[in-house]
């Protein structure tokens, strides 16, 4: 799948830490902006690179990669996630982190995960984001995310969200 010369695909255990570097990035970003929806202790208590390695030998870390091979995006997509009731078949996208300095990157991710999504015959798309951070929830709102009620993970508190694949 291309969109801009960039392609969805599998991450490989080698190509882990680079992703995991989006990761870092992102997170200083937010930082930087006195945004609070990754907290840099608790998140990396949480995800550590060792959980990014891990679901790169489960087959489920992603990157969108540019055409020089550069990573501009980060995602784990599962098939299955138990923070969601049960109800319709769907990919769950966790951990997005777009590069900070490739505008529309996180937007074009996320079309290829619909476009995969798709492809492999699920209902929806299905994410949650920081209950905190409006701006976030607006931005999913206006892809076609709807909400769909409240999560909380540790300290975390989120939204859940879906997109129905029609």
Known sequence: MTDQGEVLRLASLEEAPRLF??????ITWLEERGIRQWERDDYLTYYPLTYFQERARNGALYGLWRPDGAPNVVAVLLEEDDR??????ALYIHNLAANPDAPGAGERMLRQCMAL????G???LRLD????NPALNDYYERLGFSYVGPMEVGSYQGN???RPLL
């Open 160 to 162: 859940l969200r879906q």
């Open 117 to 120: 999504a798709k492809a492999m």
């Open 84 to 89: 969601w009731p049960a109800g319709g078949s």
């Open 122 to 124: 699920k209902d929806y």
């Open 21 to 26: 570097q989006l990761i870092l990035r992102r």
């Open 129 to 132: 984001c920081g209950r905190n």
